[in-house]
């Protein structure tokens, strides 16, 4: 019988369990009411009394030894487990969505009136920000004295030359002729700059998309047209246009259009001030002097022009109210625009 106590005090401190649920299998197999120790106790109460003595004290150190690795088995593994989750949160926790944000208004506006116009064949053409008197103003045929040229209205970074921030995308217009040989048909959307008081109405800086088409035999008549398709595809099939008598020093004739009121249907509303008619661009033919100063000829060539600000036909189109909500980054207005377009 001591051969029998010994082995099982071998295996009890040879035992090296991986988890608690093993200790807790190991504790019922050797101390529990069927397990081994209990079958030595059996075994003990037959053994002859002279024996008794010894066997007694063998068995006594065997259930301690058993009981003691037993509870400190336990505890280490118990730490071991603590010390895990601490050093990697706890994993059963549900894990937090990364939100995701949206784009901007004015983003997804450009992209869309850029789509119109790519299915009438026009390109996507850039400029820089920062300009010269050239290419925002005297290509154009600003006069010298014009008030756009004064520091009240543009924001100069340097005097004689002049450099500026664009007031206008026209000047990505001017880049296109020196580049380029017509026909050109381009669409130029860019970051614009005015020395203006920020109020709801008006910012300092916008978005303006600017379109040019230059080649033999361009008319008034295309102009209109292409317009109206833009129109009907931005506000609606219903939409109708109208064009009124306008001046710019590029173009010549020149227009504002207005689309009709897509808020009151034409009725009227405070949106369209009672009109039924909503100011969106400028055109016009482009001026046979900027044609000239840009060296293409204006006997052979005409061309038209036109130009709108991003935010305006955004704020016309969903009934934005107040331009600085565009500058505010506010996720709640932003997430209105995720399914509008
Ligand atoms: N550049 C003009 C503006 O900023 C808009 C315009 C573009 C008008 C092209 C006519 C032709 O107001």
Redesign the pocket.
Known sequence: MTDKINELLRRVEAFRPKAAAEVEEFRIRILGKKGELNALMEEFKTVAPELKRELGQQLNRLKNTALERINTLREELQDAAADQASEAGDLTRPGSAAPIGSRHPISLMKNRIVEVFSRLGYTVADGPEIEDDWHVFSALNFPPEHPARDMQDTFFIEKNPDILLR????SI?VRMMERQKPPIRVICPGR?FRNEAISYRAHCIFH?I??LYIDEGVSFADLKQSLLYFAKEIFGEQTAIRMRPSY?P??EP?AEVDVSCNLCGGKGCAVCKGTGWLEI????MVDPNVLSANGIDPQKYSGF????GIERVAMLKYGVNDLRLYFENDIRFLHQFDTAF
């Open positions: 007031t206008h995308t026209s217009q614009v303006q600017e379109g710019f590029f173009t020149s661009m400028g055109c016009g022009a036109f130009g709108m």
